[in-house]
């Protein structure tokens, strides 16, 4: 069963925009984590934020910021005023506290235009 | 701090040839992770070291892939013989600590297969 869903194949946003990337999980743990990775051209992957179960609070981080909403089982992230070297794909991961995994989406393509 | 190494960077081979990739770890990190991320998907895993011990290999296709990590440092990755599927980027991870949820992972930049 497909642990994390990333609708979003690919957006593309023209510069100065807000975006906002989505991504739902799939759990049947009470203590789990989820996590959002930056992979630009270059191949390696960044990680960006780590979230558990327990902590609903929403973080900002300069322009980035995310929205975990366990009613609907999301953990969305916005980049605000969009730059180019925000152009990257995108992963959403969970982590489950049984077993030591992590559970990748299938990524969001986004190309920030100048 | 150096990252994660990887070599080759990029590597072509014809199908049923053998392949090997090598990931040096950042220094002090015991868990190390091999990733196949496979285009257009996330990465999967396929197995993991502690120190020179295998965690977890189930995902491991074991009738083809094998990796081994024999000083608790570097590891290597093997495919023989490679088949077309196989085509993907094999990424290299290590953690400091084994509860990787305390923490993500600090990944290289991986080798690109391709399997012709």
């Known amino acids: 069963a497909q642990k994390v869903t990333q609708a979003q194949t690919e957006i593309s946003v023209v510069e100065k925009e807000d975006v906002t990337l989505d991504c739902v999980y799939e759990?049947?743990?009470?203590?789990?984590?989820l996590f959002w990775y930056k992979q630009p051209p270059s191949g390696e992957l960044v990680f960006l934020i780590r979230?558990?179960?327990?902590?609903?609070q929403n973080e900002i981080s300069g322009r980035y910021s995310w929205n975990f909403q366990k009613s609907t089982s999301s953990f969305n992230f916005t980049i605000t005023a969009s730059q180019v070297v925000d152009s990257a794909v995108y992963f959403c991961?969970?982590?489950?506290?049984?077993?030591?995994?992590?559970?990748f989406g299938t990524g969001t393509s986004l190309t920030v235009i100048p | 701090e150096a990252g994660v190494a990887q070599s080759p960077r990029y590597k072509i081979i014809e199908k049923r040839q053998s392949v090997a990739f090598w990931c040096n770890p950042i220094?002090?990190?015991?868990?190390l992770y091999w990733y196949q991320q496979i285009l257009g998907q996330g990465p999967k895993l396929l197995i993991q070291?502690?120190?020179?011990?295998?965690?977890?290999d189930s995902q491991l296709p074991k009738d083809r892939f094998s990796a081994e990590r024999l000083k608790g440092v570097d590891s290597t990755l093997k495919i023989q013989p490679a088949k077309l599927e196989d085509s993907a980027v094999y990424l290299c991870?290590?953690?400091?600590?084994?509860?990787?949820?305390?923490?993500?992972?600090?990944f290289g930049s991986g080798t690109r297969l391709t399997v012709v």
């Open positions: 070291f502690q120190n020179n011990g295998v965690v977890d």
């Open positions: 991870a290590s953690s400091l600590v084994v509860d990787l949820r305390r923490d993500g992972y600090t």
């Open positions: 220094s002090g990190h015991a868990t």
């Open positions: 991961a969970l982590s489950e506290a049984t077993g030591n995994q992590f559970y």
């Open positions: 979230r558990n179960s327990f902590d609903e």
């Open positions: 759990t049947r743990d009470t203590t789990y984590y």
